[in-house]
T-cell receptor
Framework: GAGVSQSPSNKVTEKGKDVELRCDPI?????LYWYRQSLGQGLEFLIY????????KSGLPSDRFSAERTGGSVSTLTIQRTQQEDSAVYLC??????????????FGPGTRLTVL | AQTVTQSQPEMSVQEAETVTLSCTYD???????LFWYKQPPSRQMILVIR??????QNATENRFSVNFQKAAKSFSLKISDSQLGDTAMYFC????????????FGPGTSLSVIP
């Protein structure tokens, strides 16, 4: 089966514009995660979903960032009024949630966002 | 809060040689997982190896092995017989011992394998 897919692969936008980033998780994976990777940095957690609900939004850096997930599948990360510091690679991951043991997170290829 | 530290921003190794990447972490949790992820220039994040904190035995995956020192909160990665395809960013990471949760990543070590 297909892995996690993300679109677009690259996005260039002007400061102040809104952008939407999309993540398609692996079919059947109920947990979905968003991370941000700034240039030369490690990954920073943003938000995760279990089904359509988001138990942990603690990583969203400001109220300009929001995310939703519908139908327990596709998720959209929206950044309003983009700023240059939002430039980064946005990575999505998904995992099964089965039992109480570890479930591997599988990552997508990311969306590189550049804010001019 | 959990933190992960990698003190080696860049490393290099000759092809076929062995290299060790260092990682330390801080947590008050007793049950957790530790990981090493590889990110080649393609940006695809790949899980290299996983260690459960309750296991004393160090994890191994082919040429990759870890040295897990729980009391010292140290988790190093050893790559044996280094290959050109091992050139990548390597991230040490932590996750609480639940079936799902956020992963906390270190800042990464850029490894170059030299022919």
């Amino acid at each position: 089966g297909a892995g996690v897919s993300q679109s677009p692969s690259n996005k260039v936008t002007e400061k102040g514009k809104d952008v939407e980033l999309r993540c398609d998780p692996i079919s059947g994976h109920t947990a979905l995660y968003w991370y941000r990777q700034s240039l030369g940095q490690g990954l920073e957690f943003l938000i995760y979903f279990q089904g359509n609900s988001a138990p942990d939004k603690s990583g969203l850096p400001s109220d300009r960032f929001s995310a939703e997930r519908t139908g327990g599948s596709v998720s959209t990360l929206t950044i309003q009024r983009t700023q240059q510091e939002d430039s980064a690679v946005y990575l999505c991951a998904s995992s099964l949630v089965a039992g109480h043991s570890y479930n591997e997170q599988f990552f997508g290829p990311g969306t590189r966002l550049t804010v001019l | 809060a959990q933190t992960v530290t990698q003190s080696q921003p860049e490393m290099s190794v000759q092809e076929a040689e062995t290299v060790t990447l260092s990682c330390t972490y801080d947590t008050s949790e007793n049950n957790y997982y530790l990981f090493w992820y590889k990110q080649p220039p393609s940006r695809q994040m790949i899980l290299v190896i996983r260690q459960e904190a309750y296991k004393q035995q160090n994890a191994t995956e082919n040429r990759f092995s870890v040295n897990f020192q729980k009391a010292a909160k140290s988790f190093s990665l050893k790559i044996s017989d280094s290959q050109l395809g091992d050139t990548a960013m390597y991230f040490c990471a932590f996750m609480k011992g639940t079936s799902y949760d956020k992963v906390i990543f270190g800042p990464g070590t850029s490894l170059s394998v030299i022919p």
